[in-house]
């Protein structure tokens, strides 16, 4: 079951890295929808690239920004692990890395059951919508809580340039995290 999932975030990552690569500016339509975000100009810098495919769809530009998001959160799971793998040697930093390991990787997992979620929705209005975007926004909430709780935990027990380090990675990954959760709420259009 993991590998068509596997298969699908693969081709969406493919056709959304084609989409990206061929560069255009925002559109009206992305900015006005950036502009519900807390983070407008980082919503702007990562989602511009989508504006061709987004095609003025809110639901569209909701999966986009998931994408991101998991793709961020991802990187932040893997570049917090690479820290926990040196770390192990220092006993009172160790704790709170592999915590922050575990925080990242369950955000990853709520992005993307967010986003799997997403994709049963149907259409605005439909039956199960209210259901489906619910249960979206329940799971991109559950990512920043993840994202979080890392940064709480990474206290004085973690030196403070790994802590820095950790912190930089994770902050990003909780803003584009907070903008899909925006997104996903404009698309909800209040059910």
């Known amino acids: 079951m993991a590998k068509p999932q596997l298969t699908i975030a693969t081709l969406l990552s493919l056709s959304l890295l084609i989409s990206a690569t061929t560069s255009s500016p925002p559109s009206d339509f992305i900015r006005s929808s950036c502009r519900v975000t807390r983070y407008p100009d980082l919503c702007l810098q990562s989602l511009s690239s989508f504006s061709p495919a987004a095609q003025?769809?809110?639901?569209?530009?909701?999966?986009?920004?998931l994408t991101v998001?998991?793709?961020h959160a991802?990187?932040?799971?893997?570049?917090?692990?690479?820290?926990?793998?040196?770390?192990?040697?220092?006993s009172h930093s160790g704790g709170p890395v592999r915590d922050c390991l575990e925080n990242m990787a369950d955000s990853v997992d709520h992005l993307r059951q967010a986003a799997k979620e997403l994709g049963?929705?149907?259409r605005t209005g439909s039956a199960g919508f209210k259901f489906h975007m619910s249960n979206v926004q329940t799971w991109c909430s559950a990512a920043l809580t993840d994202e979080n709780t890392c940064l709480d935990g990474l206290g004085k027990h973690v030196e403070p340039e790994t802590r820095s380090a950790i912190r930089k990675k994770v902050v990003d990954v909780a803003q584009v995290t907070s903008n899909a959760l925006a997104l996903v709420n404009r698309a909800s259009g209040g059910y």
């Open 56 to 65: 003025h769809n809110p639901l569209e530009l909701a999966r986009f920004a």
């Open 74 to 90: 991802r990187s932040a799971s893997t570049f917090v692990g690479q820290i926990c793998d040196k770390s192990s040697a220092h």
């Open 120 to 122: 049963r929705t149907g």
């Open 69 to 71: 998001s998991a793709d």
